[in-house]
């Protein structure tokens, strides 16, 4: 691969493309990013075409050889896709399954007859940190709007009330938890043990969930009452069905990929020994290739056929599963590549040489380069993949926990404050019927406190481990 590595950082880093000095090479990094705005903001470009354009003007405005710029971004690009791309599509192929069998209406369903009253709002959390896991946020908030507004409606709660949670944990889940491509590739990037970081994830998740979710639905409801929109309900998946995957064997299914690769990181710490066949055994069936791919053939059968699939449903279903990630991948494609661009030209040495100079903990100053990116562009995975490019030289000397905790630091912020160039914020204002002044009360708000909450308990257990 063409990025550094941490081995190479400590012995003998890679001699930039160019020799710019860090003001050429800080002005460069702001008129790259300017660039990028502008294009997806002003101009309304895809984020695929900005990321391209931007990591060649990059390369450009720090001195760079073009054909040099040119060969950053591709091999960039070529690792990236080659490093998290099998494992986007069948973390798709598990979110169609789930959500066409109906496996994830039967979740939903089970546990809303089971909760009632006051419990209603912590049981659209658990439901969403659930149903997130496999999907994309976009896909999750397809999924679990119908339901939040019927909720709502036939329960006569405060739409707040019950949406702020759901959006919450689909949230926390898309910045924070891997097999989700901003975390996947930030793991990728700064070399961090994924099973590490999804353990630590899951512990940084569950409080920031609790407080941005239940806790700050009392505050959202209070500030914005509003009814559900009756026009927003669509058809449910699971009601053209004759019959749907049960509860237990959904619920297994989704969590199978977390249980392994959990399983692989609990061995690695117990058992410590590479020879041994038990570690050789779950570095194999622990790694996130096998456990997805596992999950998506265990799937087939619990989900797809017990819903009454045929093999060519089936097929038609993985097949449909893929095609609406292509532009997903290539955003994730041409990130990595502006994160190469980064590395090539020298910024992330010049991060790593400011922050001795500046005193700034490696995890805050993680944090803020991600939140920066994420206010400028709208996109939290852009802002993790970019910001995990010039963070990546901070992980050198760190621990493996700490470079854990430095891909979460990145994730946390960039979920702060989603505002009007963030996609999320007219999915979210649109089904929910909002003005945008009510959006950003809500939504936006929510997104900060997750953002400033899972960052701060990530500082405060890099005190602790």
């Known amino acids: 691969m063409t990025r550094l590595s941490v081995e190479m950082l400590a012995a003998d880093p890679v001699e930039p493309i160019t020799s710019a000095g860090h003001a050429q090479l800080g002005i460069a990094v702001l008129a790259g990013i300017a660039v990028i705005v502008l294009l997806i903001t002003k101009f309304k470009l895809h984020a695929f075409l900005a990321l391209t354009v931007g990591s060649l003007a990059l390369g450009a405005f720090a001195g760079a050889p073009l054909d040099k710029a040119i060969t950053s971004f591709t091999g960039g690009l070529g690792d990236t896709v080659a490093g998290v791309g099998v494992l986007i ?10 959500a066409d069998s109906g496996g994830a209406d039967q979740i939903v369903d089970t546990i809303l007859a089971k909760a009632g009253g006051r ?4 049981a659209m959390v658990l439901i969403a940190s659930v149903i997130g896991l496999p999907l994309f946020f976009e896909v999750g908030i397809v999924l679990l709007i119908p339901v939040v507004l019927m909720v709502a409606k036939r329960g006569n709660y ?3 009330r019950i949406g702020i949670p759901a959006l919450a944990g689909l949230s926390v889940m898309h910045g924070l938890i891997p097999p989700h491509p901003g975390p996947l590739v930030a793991i990728d990037a700064v070399k961090a043990n994924l099973g590490v970081t999804l353990a630590l994830g899951v512990l940084v998740a569950i409080p920031t969930v609790i407080i941005a979710g239940p806790l700050f639905s009392k505050v959202a409801a209070r500030w914005v009452d509003v009814p559900a929109p009756e026009k927003m309900i669509p058809q449910r998946p699971s009601e053209e069905l004759d019959k749907r995957p049960g509860f237990g064997a959904t619920v297994a299914t989704v969590l199978l ?10 061995v690695d710490i117990v058992v410590d020994d590479p020879a041994t066949t038990v570690q050789r055994v779950f570095d194999v069936i622990g790694s996130p290739l096998i456990a997805l791919l596992a999950a998506v053939i265990v799937g087939m059968f619990t989900l797809g056929r017990a819903a009454g699939f045929t093999k060519d449903r089936l097929s038609g279903t993985v097949e449909k599963s893929l095609a609406p990630i292509a532009g997903v991948l290539m955003i994730v494609g041409a990130g990595g590549g502006f994160k190469q661009t980064l590395i090539d030209v020298g910024v992330g040495q010049m ?4 922050s001795k100079d500046w005193s700034i903990p490696a995890l805050l100053l993680a944090w803020l380069i991600a939140v920066a990116i994420r206010l400028a562009t709208g996109s939290a995975t852009v802002a993790t993949i970019s910001a995990a490019g010039l963070a990546a030289p901070l992980a050198a000397d760190m621990s493996t926990a700490h470079t854990a905790l430095l891909v979460l630091a990145i994730g946390a912020g960039s979920l702060f404050f989603s505002h009007v160039n963030d996609a999320g914020f007219w999915l979210v204002k649109e089904y929910f019927g909002l003005d945008v002044g009510q959006t950003i009360k809500t939504w936006s708000v929510m997104e900060t406190i997750i953002s400033v ?11 602790i481990i």
């Open 453 to 463: 909450v899972a960052g701060g308990l990530v500082l405060l257990l890099s005190l």
């Open 257 to 266: 990929p977390v249980v392994l690769m959990l399983a692989k990181a609990l």
């Open 89 to 98: 599509a069948l973390g798709a192929i598990l979110g169609k399954l789930l």
């Open 119 to 122: 419990a209603m709002p912590w």
């Open 351 to 354: 991060i790593l040489d400011f």
């Open 158 to 160: 405060s739409l707040m």
